[in-house]
């Protein structure tokens, strides 16, 4: 939904984060772009947090920035970028602790858990359909 920052300039976050991801190198992304206030960027870096495009649609800001020679705006995707980047770092053990607990429980539990998918999809019918 577009928000309106002041009475002559409407911001379009879902806008400007679609270009971000589909039409990257539009010169009218890159003038969205260097018309992004801090409190328009950080809305738009809630919407990518939220559509999980964190990192593809900073390094796209970023780059688009410093190829303008916007180095301000370049520094605000960088910094983003870095706490991402920590986000991630911070959270793969997490998760291959928990891939490996699971890969455990299906050696020790595998009929079991075989049956319980098994199930599950029949509950589920039509809604749940195995990618392949």
């Known amino acids: 939904m577009a928000t309106s920052v002041n009475s002559s ?6 806008g400007i984060l679609s270009r971000l991801l589909l039409a990257p190198g539009s010169e009218e992304l890159k003038a969205d772009l260097l018309k992004l206030s801090p409190a328009e960027f950080d809305e738009l870096l809630t919407l990518a947090k939220l559509n999980h495009v964190v990192v593809r649609g900073l390094e796209v800001i970023r780059d688009t920035m410093w190829d303008a020679g916007n180095d301000a705006r370049a520094e605000w995707a960088e910094a983003a970028l ?15 602790t928990i891939c490996r607990v699971f890969e455990k429980s299906i050696w020790r539990h595998g009929d079991q858990v075989a049956g319980s998918l098994a199930g599950f999809r029949q509950r589920c019918g039509p809604v749940y359909k195995r990618r392949r």
């Open 9 to 14: 300039v409407s911001f379009n976050p879902i």
């Open 82 to 96: 870095e706490t991402e980047r920590a986000r991630i770092t911070n959270a793969l053990p997490v998760l291959q």
